[in-house]
């Protein structure tokens, strides 16, 4: 073999930049009494989506909150861990008052509103905890908390703008919001806009609003959008 002839390796596939979806479907609760954590979350207004069992030592039981894309489950013979250890649970609201009185009247026990002294996230336990919600106003800063008969820990959190990146928020009130918000903004462009149609304006607005632009920047997203739009 000549030293000067190349070396004949196997070819290397680059890595790929895109990243595969991952999406949390389900979370275990580890509870004592299955039925006893069934009545609870079903009082709490959340959906049933299974409750199976084959024999006398495996059960499993569903249920999903108010407009989320993942799920609980428990039963038995499905997790190891001892009931009543899984704690900081976050539900995600957009108004914390009104989330945390619906709780008040299927009479969970659920605590006052709350910030945290760090102003960063809620500390462990209730440590840091200062009455009443974040001072000034913002998204991520409020919480109320409540646990299930077997002491696993929930909290709601305020969420009302998203920091960009962070996906869309799809529920009723703030999607009704942005829309109510796109509507106006597209009122104001419209007369002077070129023709297009009204959904390619209110789409790049709210997607806009949700990755944190202002209403201004979120209307100009809008405006970019309709106005590369011909029919």
Same mark, same amino acid.
Not at 56 to 82: E, H, M, N, W, Y
Not at 117 to 128: D, L, P, R, S, V
Not at 188 to 203: D, I, L, M, Q, V
């Given at each position: 073999?000549?030293?000067?002839e190349?070396?004949?390796?196997?070819?290397?596939?680059?890595?790929?930049s895109?990243?595969?979806?991952?999406?949390?479907?389900?979370?275990?609760?580890?509870?004592?009494?299955?039925?006893?954590?069934?009545?609870?979350?079903?009082?709490?207004?959340?959906?049933?989506?299974?409750?199976?069992a084959?024999?006398?030592?495996?059960?499993?039981?569903?249920?999903?909150?108010?407009?989320?894309?993942?799920?609980?489950?428990?039963?038995?013979?499905?997790?190891? !861990?001892? %009931?009543?250890?899984?704690?900081? *649970? +976050?539900?995600? #609201?957009?108004?914390?008052?009104?989330? $945390?009185?619906? /709780?008040?009247?299927?009479?969970?026990?659920?605590?006052?509103?709350?910030?945290?002294?760090?102003?960063?996230?809620?500390?462990?336990?209730?440590?840091?905890?200062?009455?009443?919600?974040?001072?000034?106003?913002?998204?991520?800063?409020?919480?109320?908390?409540? !646990?299930? %008969?077997?002491?696993?820990?929930? *909290? +709601?959190?305020? #969420?009302?703008?998203?920091?960009?990146? $962070?996906?869309? /928020?799809?529920?009723?009130?703030?999607?009704?919001?942005?829309?109510?918000?796109?509507?106006?903004?597209?009122?104001?462009?419209?007369?002077t806009?070129?023709?297009h149609?009204?959904?390619?304006?209110?789409s790049?607005?709210?997607?806009?609003?949700?990755?944190?632009?202002? %209403?201004?920047?979120?209307?100009?997203?809008?405006?970019?959008?309709?106005?590369?739009?011909?029919?």
């Amino acid at each position: 073999m000549n030293q000067t002839e190349p070396r004949k390796e196997p070819a290397v596939q680059a890595p790929s930049s895109a990243t595969t979806d991952a999406k949390l479907e389900l979370v275990p609760i580890p509870v004592s009494d299955v039925d006893r954590a069934k009545g609870f979350y079903g009082s709490l207004g959340w959906r049933l989506d299974a409750d199976f069992a084959k024999g006398d030592d495996f059960r499993v039981v569903q249920l999903t909150p108010p407009g989320s894309p993942c799920s609980i489950i428990f039963g038995k013979g499905i997790t190891t !861990a001892v %009931p009543g250890s899984v704690q900081g *649970l +976050l539900l995600i #609201v957009f108004d914390i008052e009104a989330a $945390r009185a619906e /709780l008040v009247r299927r009479r969970a026990d659920v605590s006052e509103v709350f910030h945290d002294e760090g102003g960063i996230f809620h500390h462990a336990g209730t440590k840091g905890r200062v009455p009443g919600p974040d001072p000034a106003g913002g998204s991520y800063g409020s919480f109320a908390s409540f !646990a299930d %008969p077997d002491g696993n820990g929930w *909290l +709601l959190q305020e #969420v009302k703008t998203r920091l960009p990146g $962070r996906g869309l /928020l799809w529920d009723v009130a703030t999607l009704t919001d942005l829309l109510r918000e796109a509507e106006e903004r597209h009122g104001r462009y419209e007369p002077t806009a070129p023709k297009h149609h009204w959904s390619t304006f209110y789409s790049a607005y709210v997607v806009a609003r949700e990755d944190g632009k202002t %209403p201004e920047e979120a209307a100009k997203e809008g405006a970019r959008n309709a106005g590369g739009f011909r029919q």
